[in-house]
């Protein structure tokens, strides 16, 4: 219980130390976003969507991709081929038979979820753990595909009203 209290309190501080003036722009506060995260979370490794997408497109790397949101999210789009994982638990039940060197790649909405999964999963032994940096929202905002059922789609769980203010309002499933 006391783990549980220490993230709500860390995550509390970290959603009011993301207030931005309101007159940064979306992608100013996408950076800030990911600098926050970096500061928070220094020794995840953090991959760029670009660094993604070239590993998916020229299959140079094939990472398994963990969707750290919670189902309803989940169910709106994701990466394709995604595992959803909306808990470090449910993460370690899903990785059980797999090699502690496999790569992975833990995404979220914007990165702070799938951060603090990236550490837990690092903390237990996995190796080549990165976190997407910007994580679905970027994805999406690139203009990248997001899937449902295998199939292309154009929306993406906003999350919330506060952080689906840096992903682009036309993506917004809601």
Request: charged share 25%; proline share 5%.
């Amino acid at each position: 219980m006391r783990a549980r209290s220490l993230f709500w309190i860390a995550a509390t501080w970290w959603m009011l130390a993301a207030w931005l003036p309101a007159t940064a722009g979306d992608g100013d506060r996408l950076a800030d976003i990911k600098a926050q995260i970096r500061e928070e979370f220094p020794d995840v490794n953090q991959l760029s969507t670009q660094a993604l997408e070239r590993w998916l497109s020229t299959g140079a790397r094939t990472p398994l991709l963990l969707d750290a949101r919670e189902s309803e999210e989940f169910a709106v789009s994701r990466l394709r081929d995604a595992q959803l994982t909306p808990s470090a638990r449910e993460a370690l039940a899903l990785l059980a038979d797999t090699p502690k060197n496999q790569l992975i790649v833990a995404y979220c909405s914007v990165g702070y979820r799938s951060a603090a999964l990236a550490q837990e999963l690092a903390a237990r032994g996995f190796t080549n753990v990165y976190n997407l940096e910007g994580s679905l929202f970027e994805w999406a905002n690139r203009g990248l595909p997001v899937y449902r059922d295998g199939r292309p789609v154009e929306k993406v769980h906003p999350y919330n009203w506060w952080w689906g203010r840096v992903l682009d309002e036309k993506l917004h499933s809601q």
